[in-house]
DNA sequence: AATCAATTCCTCATATTTGCACCAAATTAA
DNA sequence: TTAATTTGGTGCAAATATGAGGAATTGATT
């Protein structure tokens, strides 16, 4: 996973319960006694996800949580000791933000961070190229909204399947490579799933069908995977290099 | 000030150039690549502000100037290449409230896009998709106060449960995308793990009965959860939800 | 205790998606 | 060429997702 969450809390003992606790999951963390310590990194070095304490010396949690804000998106967990606080927080408009009212199970707020984190990359995805950072990507005349879920064909609305959307935002997001059919098992049906390795090939046929009017194509390549291809380039490359 | 720009343009660099300029100003931005792209995503979540290119690929500025215009009186600023005083009027015809030839100033362009927002707020009062300070927040004919926790339909009172008021905030606020059922378990009902609960379809259900006679809809997203939308606009693309 | 509103749970009906069997077609190797 | 393997297409059944109605539960108030 190897993310990196910054913490600001001037109380030692909970940041490194925290530390202990997120690392043992394989979380890089840093701590910072105060908030303005931890903008202060954030600036100059960005990190995944932020954990603020609201009550800290200095700038309050609420202060930096919106200095943050007018650069980045990047999730912010709040940390509230009062209750008073967290109905303030509710009150506001977070977006994407969470909070937790100390005490707290420390369990609880790594799941959370493991959910927010896993949202972050649904929403944002991990795209070679392309991708405009408002939540497009495109090939062809295909658009994929990352952000609604919706995909497009020419301007046109274009239905697609759970499992299908999941296959071509992959397959656009690596649209300079082949695919095995592993790889894809992997990363669309996941590692757990005892699926027949002939699903995929299910999941590309009715792809295919239903971009058959557009500028892509699945080209096959035999005996290794898939590659998505504009129509005009008809014989994408065959064999590419790695195979497994 | 938190206002949300969309601008189309297919050139990524001016795009990008145009949102670091406005982000810098402390402006929400939102790039397309296409004219059209912006008119689907404006239909199903207006903004405040939007920057128009006139040469694109598929529908031209001008048609989408007014497709847009048919609906609404949001500013808009068009960019043309060409420096003919032909597309200077034919804009302004179209109700375009300004226009900027290529090569321009960003600099210049964002003091423009503050004063057409000035004025616009002068005229209109607030009209703003997001939240205004008063904390009022608002889609298609439905208010939330979010200081009195009120909501009004037509201006008509608006009774809602706490958990369809918690619901109906949060879809307002996230207009712009998607959101999982879980994220909903996670955000309003504050479960951590998956639990196998159709709370949230619940809730959903109440309160899709309760704006059945407003411009918004809850849309359903196929596998994956909900999205408001308003419902004058589900015209043209008949199937536009039901894709993920 | 009785009542009421809000929420959750349950069941059923329906629609959609997905996995798989089976066979045909394509590709490779011999 | 033929045989073996891989891939693609059709159709169907199982699994899953959704929505509606209403019953059960909770919690507050009378």
Not at 71 to 87: E, F, G, Q
Request: hydrophobic share 35%; charged share 30%; with cysteine.
């Amino acid at each position: 996973m190897d993310k990196l969450i910054y913490i600001a809390d001037d109380d030692d003992n909970i940041r490194n319960l925290l530390k202990s606790f997120l690392e043992r999951e394989e979380f890089r963390c840093i701590g910072f006694p105060t908030g303005d310590a931890l903008l202060e990194q954030y600036s100059n070095s960005p990190c995944d996800l932020v954990i603020l304490d609201v009550m800290m010396p200095g700038h309050d949690g609420f202060y930096i949580l919106k200095e943050i804000r007018k650069s980045s998106n990047v999730p912010i967990i709040m940390l509230t000791a009062k209750d008073s606080d967290a109905d303030y927080i509710q009150g506001l408009d977070l977006g994407s933000d969470d909070y937790f009212t100390k005490p707290f199970s420390p369990v609880k707020l790594v799941s959370k961070v493991k959910s927010v984190l896993k949202r972050q990359e649904e929403l944002t995805g991990k795209t070679s190229a392309k991708e405009t950072d408002d939540g497009l990507i495109s090939f062809a005349d295909i658009v994929i909204n990352r952000k609604t879920k919706e995909a497009t064909l020419s301007g046109e609305p274009f239905p697609l399947t759970p499992n299908e959307y999941a296959l071509l935002t992959y397959l656009i997001s690596n649209r300079d490579r082949a695919i095995s059919r592993t790889e894809l098992l992997d990363k669309i049906w996941g590692y757990e799933t005892q699926v027949e390795t002939r699903v995929a090939d299910d999941t590309v046929k009715r792809l295919r069908k239903k971009i058959s009017h557009s500028g892509a194509r699945i080209s096959t390549i035999w005996g290794y995977g898939f590659r998505l291809v504009t129509r005009s380039e008809e014989d994408g490359a065959e064999g590419e290099d790695s195979e497994d």
